[in-house]
């Protein structure tokens, strides 16, 4: 009885989503953390709820809280049943000749996909020539194919690390380059800070100048100051 099918399973290799995704929407998950927020559901766990938290949400916001892990049984991948917990199986486990020696390398790779070129040319070369003896030649070629998508999947974790690393250089890039960019606005701020401690140094020079009667010299300083006053404020431009 365990064997048999289960009724409304999903055998389909690649079935539609289920029609609760629609629920799955900012808008959703902004309710969800008004609520999960107000005194009414300070004590909901998002991460492992309890089925009584669960349904004091509205029905359409309970899709959004996942529910806990299974500790035991089965799911379905591409109409094949897998168990939760079980191992990554060897090719001998399920039933195929390991073609490249242990511990593989990424060399071992490139030396599978020759080899299926090969064997493919060879399995043409059969069909052309004498059709029904195409028998060993194509288990071959698909145990190839499954010794080089078993060692592809090996290397995931190191995929998986580099991505990360790849990721995370590119984030300090990108640090630096706006630390770069803020010491520079930071440069010009300070010119802009110096020109204008010298402009109102020549304001006070123009001011005593006018004072003490010296006419000329006080028209020769407004002047200077008119001209450094604009270029003050095209500094003040550029760092804008």
Not at 175 to 191: D, F, L, M, Q, S
Request: aromatic share 8%; no cysteine.
């Amino acid at each position: 009885m365990a064997d048999q099918q289960q009724p409304g399973a999903i055998t389909a290799a690649f079935p539609a989503p289920p029609t609760f995704y629609k629920h799955f929407t900012p808008q959703s998950q902004s309710r969800l953390n008004e609520l999960v927020g107000s005194s009414e559901q300070t004590t909901l766990d998002t991460q492992s709820p309890k089925p009584s938290q669960i349904l004091n949400l509205p029905p359409e916001l309970r899709y959004l809280v996942p529910p806990p892990p299974p500790p035991h049984g089965k799911y379905r991948s591409f109409g094949e049943s897998h168990d939760i917990f079980s191992p990554n199986p060897t090719l001998q486990d399920e039933g195929f000749p390991q073609l490249f020696p242990s511990p593989p390398s990424p060399s071992h790779l490139l030396t599978l996909t020759r080899s299926i070129l090969l064997s493919y040319l060879s399995l043409i070369n059969i069909l052309a020539t004498n059709p029904s003896a195409y028998g060993s030649e194509w288990d071959h070629l698909r145990d190839l194919f499954v010794n080089a998508h078993h060692l592809i999947n090996e290397y995931r974790p190191h995929q998986a690390r580099e991505t990360l690393i790849l990721g995370m250089e590119e984030q300090v890039e990108r640090w630096r380059a706006e630390t770069k960019g803020v010491r520079e606005v930071g440069e010009r701020i300070e010119i802009v800070l110096r020109s204008f401690q010298g402009l109102v140094l020549e304001v006070d020079e123009m001011d005593a100048a006018v004072r003490t009667g010296e006419k000329e010299k006080a028209m020769s300083e407004r002047e200077k100051s008119g001209e450094e006053e604009k270029r003050v404020w095209q500094l003040v431009r550029e760092v804008e």
